[in-house]
């Protein structure tokens, strides 16, 4: 197996440790030393079920004996796709205390994104449930193994058919559960994708632990804070700005909500006395758009967090009048930086900026494309490196060299400006990176999806400005033969067997694309000038 590695310089390392922001910390020691400290306190809401601190950690140990007992050993990778059910938590916990190591996926991927996450990782294991939101995940498994026979542990939550029943695993007293290395990579997320499908961002103990215990410092979380997990649990966002994970750290609660609907997550709040929650922009104009009439108390909520992609200022001025919370805005990355307005900024701060680093050793240059520094106030490419902002991907020498510079700085690929205050406005992305809905999406790989049809000569997938997504997909297709129907399009790429977020929201037809006079041309110059061409345009207004 490639080894897991996280390539923080032996310097910096010694730095981050000296200053306190790397404590030796593990999440198994961490979840030990909460269920000692708060055991009969509530710890997580699912559901009709109700666990304390105590129970979370028997879970996970029973968890953790199962795994190991099909013969896993610590260092293995394991996928786990799972919804917002508690069982996640005693599989990611017992993954930890068992030293394996998870690989994060959504509920939304499919066959295409899982395979490449098994594949990528080198997994020796897929944990899922058997259905969730009409959707049944054995059939994807049985997809899975047909194409990855080797795949032999298929772990599945409720019934599990000819898999491997979560709820038959047990616990064994003959196991001894060894500690952790802090400095070991405790899981990997997973990237937005900017070019093809998502590349794995390995996270150690020592620096995810220190960013979700700075988060929750700031975010003012203690043990009467109830933090409702609205968006899927293995995204970063509700996993550490501060997430649950911020909120177990201070020995609050965490409630799970099914859906991240008003219907469903406004009797969550006013049942469990919700205080703190975070939202993308479309799910923030759904609930300020269903506050006003709803019959649910939410005097309870104090804080809603609104991150995943730019919240645009004068949606941002309705929170506090329509909710009667604090909006803090969060700008962050699962590769690391995150960026917080303060709970106590004023609120010109709060609307109009998307906050400042966690950390006064999160490093910021702000350069323009041939790195120089730009002035003081303009817009540029964000770079970054800190105590919690990785040096490398794993198992992909390709985006390494593409995404990060000699001396260690991460190119996020967003385009900022930053006030004299030190607060970053982000004006965009600066590569062909579609940001739907908080989810960000390849143009590439849509592309290649599209290309695939035997009736597209050449497709060009750009991002289109979405008062409610954000970003849209838009794609630009030269038919070859019988000319396909948009539609028609659209059900092809389901076939895919590809997350359904990154099915185009619409499809314009184009007799060619403008070549330049070598007959070649950039597709970044290619998106580029179809944006410009059509964003004004009746066609593209319409969709197709």
């Known amino acids: 197996m490639i080894p897991l590695e996280a390539n923080f310089p032996t310097d910096f390392a010694a730095r981050y440790r000296e200053k306190g922001y790397w404590r030796g910390e593990t999440f198994s020691a961490l979840l030990r030393e909460r ?8 710890a997580l809401v699912g559901g ?14 029973v968890a953790a004996c199962g795994f190991l007992k099909l013969g896993l050993k610590p260092g293995d990778r394991v996928v786990v796709q799972l919804p917002n059910i508690p069982e996640f938590f005693s599989v990611v916990f017992g993954l930890f205390i068992a030293r394996l190591v998870p690989v994060y996926a959504l509920p939304a991927h499919r066959q295409t994104e899982i395979v490449h996450f098994l594949q990528k990782s080198e997994a020796a294991a897929y944990v899922t449930a058997a259905t969730h939101d009409g959707f049944d995940y054995r059939d994807l498994a049985r997809s899975i193994k047909l194409e990855r026979p080797e795949l032999e542990r298929v772990i599945i939550i409720g019934e599990a058919q000819e898999f491997i029943s979560f709820a038959s695993f047990e616990r064994d007293q003959a196991i001894v559960f060894e500690p952790a290395d802090p400095s070991s990579v405790a899981f990997l997320q997973i990237s937005g994708g900017s070019t093809g499908l998502s590349k794995l961002i390995p996270r150690t103990h020592d620096d995810y632990i220190y960013s979700f215990r700075a988060s929750a410092e700031i975010c003012q979380l203690t043990e009467e804070s109830a933090y409702l997990v609205a968006l899927p649990a293995a995204h970063n966002f509700p996993m550490s700005s501060p997430g649950y994970f911020g909120v177990f750290y201070a020995g609050g609660t965490v409630v799970l909500a099914p859906s991240p609907s008003p219907e469903t997550a406004f009797p969550l709040i006013e049942r469990e006395k919700v ?6 922009p479309p799910l923030a104009l759904l609930w300020l758009q269903a506050a006003p009439s709803s019959k649910h108390d939410l005097s309870s909520l104090q804080v809603l967090q609104v991150g995943g992609a730019k919240f ?3 949606s941002a001025k309705r929170v506090r009048p329509t909710l009667g919370c604090t909006l803090q805005q969060v700008f962050g990355m699962a590769e690391g930086l995150v960026n917080y307005t303060r709970l106590d900024d004023p609120e010109e701060i709060i609307v109009e900026t998307q906050g400042r680093p966690i950390s006064p050793d999160d490093e910021i240059l702000i350069v323009d494309d041939q790195g120089n520094p730009v002035a003081e106030g303009e817009a540029g490419n964000l770079l970054t490196r800190g105590p919690y902002t990785i040096r490398n991907y794993h198992n992909d020498p390709g985006a390494n060299s593409r995404s990060f510079t000699q001396d260690g700085f991460y190119k996020t690929g967003d385009i900022v400006k930053r006030t004299p205050e030190g607060y970053l406005v982000v004006q965009g992305r600066a590569t062909d990176h579609i940001n739907r809905a908080g989810e960000k999406i390849s143009a590439d790989e849509v592309e290649d999806h599209l290309l695939a049809h035997p009736n597209v000569f050449d497709a060009a997938v750009v991002s289109i400005p979405d008062p409610f997504l954000g970003e849209r997909i838009c794609a630009f297709v030269i038919p070859q033969g019988e000319k396909p129907k948009g539609p028609a399009l659209k059900a092809f790429m389901r076939t895919r067997r590809v997350a359904d977020f990154k099915v185009p929201d619409q499809i314009v037809f184009v007799d060619a694309f403008e070549l330049t006079a070598v007959g070649k041309v950039s597709r970044k110059e290619l998106r580029a000038r179809l944006r410009a061409q059509f964003l004004g345009d009746e066609q593209l207004k319409a969709g197709q």
């Open 312 to 314: 645009m200022p004068e």
């Open 275 to 280: 205080t703190i929650t975070g939202l993308v």
């Open 35 to 42: 269920a000692e400290r708060f055991g009969s306190r509530t």
């Open 48 to 61: 009709d079920q109700r666990w304390t601190y105590a129970d979370l950690l028997d879970k996970a140990e």
